[in-house]
């Protein structure tokens, strides 16, 4: 069985620069950003044409950039679909295509890695010792629920995983007051944690731990989860 792998992060972090990096790869571009030749672009849902675009490649690979574009393509699709039929027939249709396409993805006996948007919740939460602390989770930008893409997803998907960027912090004075100053360091970092939706049908990859990412690092990770799961 070869991996179904999804990473999320923020625009600009290097997602799509490292999916690009994986080799023997048919590249589905969701959101029309890719420049190069030999993508294959699709912005409207077309069940057929994207079946047989995966179906008649010969590459061990498929990348979708990004499935939460796919989502949206699908909901558009199942909305005019739908018609006037109940309101909630689209949820409905929308996951049903989001399987099907899953199913049809894991038939191929193929690596599969997708990428999404996140989205960031911070909260303030209370010890009990009564001092507080800010808690961060990370999430996938799709909606969740029983019909929601993630919620496929979250079923199909070996690894969901978040790259991001780490912030250096210093302290300084600005006017007096100690003030903290982040900046981001331009490293790429895959975290891996139950917060962030880490999913795993085998121990591929540990929870809890932060691995610096380059564009070859990227690869090789992807290399390790086909050698793990394949075993």
């Known amino acids: 069985m070869r991996p179904m792998v999804l990473f999320y992060g923020d625009p600009g ?110 909260s303030t939460e209370i010890r009990e010792d009564g001092t507080t602390y800010k808690r961060i989770l990370y999430s996938p930008a799709l909606s969740g629920g029983k019909t929601g893409p993630l919620t496929v997803l979250e079923k199909h998907c070996d690894v969901i995983g978040v790259i991001h960027r780490p912030k250096e912090t210093k302290n300084t004075r600005v006017d007096g007051q100690q003030c903290v100053i982040e900046k981001k360091t331009g490293k790429r970092v895959l975290t891996t944690t139950e917060e962030s939706g880490l999913l795993l049908t085998k121990d591929v990859i540990t929870g809890g731990i932060d691995v610096e990412i380059t564009p070859e690092g990227f690869v090789k990770l992807i290399e390790t989860m086909e050698q793990q799961l394949e075993a």
């Open 13 to 122: 972090v290097g997602k799509t620069t490292c999916c690009r990096a994986v080799p023997d790869a048919l590249y589905i571009d969701t959101e029309g950003r890719s420049r190069v030749s030999d993508a294959f672009v699709f912005l409207k849902y077309d069940k057929r044409k994207l079946h047989e675009a995966l179906k008649n490649t010969d590459r061990k690979r498929v990348v979708i950039d990004s499935v939460d574009a796919l989502a949206r393509h699908i909901e558009v699709y199942a909305k005019a679909a739908a018609g006037t039929q109940v309101y909630g027939e689209r949820w409905i249709m929308r996951a049903e295509e989001m399987h099907d396409l899953m199913y049809m993805l894991r038939s191929l006996d193929k690596t599969v890695i997708m990428t999404a948007n996140i989205l960031r919740e911070d």
